[in-house]
């Protein structure tokens, strides 16, 4: 157990026990208040009860209308000890005592200044006053003759102090509840301690909030976009950069179905799959991504995914420069080793004394070079198309295979929809793949790869034709557009054509494939100049 469970607990040990105690104290005086004033009020109706009981009695009229206390002296002493009463008074019209529990008081003006409403009104009420006894709750009745006059008042009390030590045993058992509460908050604390801090991780409440906020505003500076899942599919958090490159508004989007918001995103597909994806190229809300996806577990149990994405437009300068810097080292490599061999041919020549044929290789190499970009200058109209086609021309040379650029190759307007990044890929990984077929067939090679660009009509046209091995009849064109499958055994592979199948996709073109297996293969792609509406 760490010192921050320690910390955790005792405060919260702390906490509830002022917590349940305070409750406790002020439940207790309520409670202890109310019974008292039950208590008093029923003493009170009790006391009224009887002293309407003895004003109505012919004894207690003759003992006032005669002055004879010892008419209902002894009567008056028994039923104030069955009652329990402090004491039964009984005075006459001008308030002298005819009867009082102690006889030396007999005869006395009658005390506590609450005789008023019952001698002159005429009337019955509980009273709470000092008398000669001390503080008490009160009945009080007139005495009314049978002429319909006011004779005198009865007045029977209970005094407080007495029903304050009726009440008191109710102390003692608050006092019994407070320990128990304590002691049971001992336990509930505890038990609250390890059930909260569990799903945090054992952080302290204040930790937790300060990692919270911090992962908040972590997220907020992050150029990509991230957002993540509950398992229910349900949107449960998106930072302003995936807003912004989703154009999603969050007040509208969160805790809702994910699906509802984006439909065109498959996230929710990593719960039942249970498989994560990296790098992995989608187009989200007609915006073309690059996205990592992951699962979030606890415990071994799958409780959402989370994504993580960035426009493909914002690293395509990058890329684009690595592609041509690439592009050119692959030139460079192949011109270099062309040239050197070049060079010890001219070498070899000069130094038998063939200066004819050394001028005529001169020619010859200089004249093939200067018609492939010329035709390359003049036929393709983008600079990065017409790079890549020279980078592979020069890069069939040096593994002794030919790259022929059909005649009638023509590209004099790329559509502004369509980005010339996704073309190089395209053509590109068309040619690479040609180049595997043809290098893995068994015979020798004598075939040209022969590629094609045209823009002619309402489609830029992308052929790639080999003579090579062919497609394996074991793996269907929808499995080979599938990222990861590959008809090669080396790892790394099963890219290029998942990578082209999705670029065709998002131009809402067309990928077809004619492939016979030992006889070659050819690969067509069609992309509509104008954007579908």
């Known amino acids: 157990m760490s010192w921050r469970d320690l910390n955790f607990r005792r405060r919260l040990l702390t906490v509830m026990t002022i917590s349940g105690v305070g409750k406790l104290l002020i439940l207790s005086v309520c409670a202890f208040l109310y019974i008292k004033h039950w208590e008093s009020q029923d003493s009170g109706d009790k006391a009224l009860g009887v002293a309407r009981f003895l004003a ?5 009229m003759m003992a006032i209308e005669k002055n004879a206390p010892l008419l209902i002296e002894e009567k008056i002493e028994r039923l104030r000890s069955s009652i329990g ?6 005075g006459n019209k001008e308030g002298i005592r005819i009867a009082h ?3 030396e008081r007999i005869g006395k003006p009658m005390q506590g200044g609450d005789n008023q409403q ?5 009337e019955s009420y509980i009273s709470y006053a000092k008398g000669s006894l001390g503080h008490s709750v009160r009945g009080k009745t007139p005495i009314i003759n049978d002429r319909g006059e006011i004779i005198g008042v009865v007045s029977v009390g209970y005094l407080l102090t007495t029903i304050d030590s009726k009440v008191s045993h109710f102390l003692s058992f608050f006092l019994g509840m407070a320990v128990l509460v304590i002691f049971a908050n001992t336990l509930i604390a505890n038990f609250v301690a390890r059930r909260f801090q569990k799903p945090i991780f054992g952080f302290e409440p204040e930790a937790f909030g300060r990692l919270y906020k911090e992962q908040q505003v972590t997220l907020s500076t992050l150029r990509e976009g991230v957002l993540s899942i509950d398992a229910n599919g349900k949107l449960r958090s998106i930072n302003k950069s995936a807003c912004d490159i989703l154009g999603i508004d969050p007040k509208q989007s969160l ?18 799959t249970q498989q994560s994806e990296h790098d992995i190229e989608l187009i989200l809300n007609g915006q073309a991504v690059i996205a990592n996806r992951e699962l979030i577990k606890m415990d071994g149990e799958v409780i959402g995914a989370v994504s993580s994405f960035r426009r493909k437009d914002e690293i395509s300068e990058l890329t684009t420069q690595l592609s041509q810097v690439k592009q050119y080292a692959d030139l460079l490599r192949s011109q270099t080793h062309e040239h050197r061999n070049k060079l010890n041919t001219i070498s070899g020549l000069i130094q038998l004394g063939k200066i004819e044929e050394v001028q005529q290789i001169i020619g010859q190499e200089s004249l093939r070079y ?3 970009i010329e035709f390359l200058r003049e036929s393709i109209s983008a600079p990065m198309i017409a790079g890549v086609l020279l980078g592979k021309s020069e890069r069939a040379r040096e593994l002794g295979l030919v790259l022929d650029i059909e005649e009638g190759t023509q590209l004099t307007h790329l559509p502004e929809h369509i980005r010339a990044e996704d073309m190089v890929t395209i053509i590109g990984n068309l040619i690479d793949n040609a180049f595997d077929a043809t290098l893995n067939q068994s015979k020798e090679v004598t075939e040209p790869i022969i590629v094609s660009v045209t823009d002619f009509g309402q489609e830029v046209i ?27 055994p080396e790892q790394g592979r099963g890219v290029g054509l998942h990578l082209i199948q999705q670029l065709v996709d998002h131009y809402h073109g067309e990928f077809t494939v004619r492939s016979d297996e030992g006889k070659g293969t050819l690969m067509t792609i069609y992309l509509p100049k104008k954007l579908h509406s």
């Open 370 to 372: 200067q018609k492939l």
């Open 56 to 60: 109505q009695s012919p004894l207690v």
């Open 462 to 488: 992308i052929e790639v034709e080999d003579k090579g091995c062919g497609l394996p009849q074991a793996f269907s064109f929808k499995q080979l557009t599938q990222r990861g499958v590959s008809t090669k």
């Open 85 to 90: 009463a402090a004491f039964i008074v009984v």
């Open 101 to 103: 529990p102690i006889k």
């Open 255 to 272: 805790n809702r179905l994910f699906i509802e918001v984006l439909p065109d995103s498959d996230l929710t597909k990593l719960l039942v």
């Open 118 to 122: 019952a001698l002159e009104l005429g």
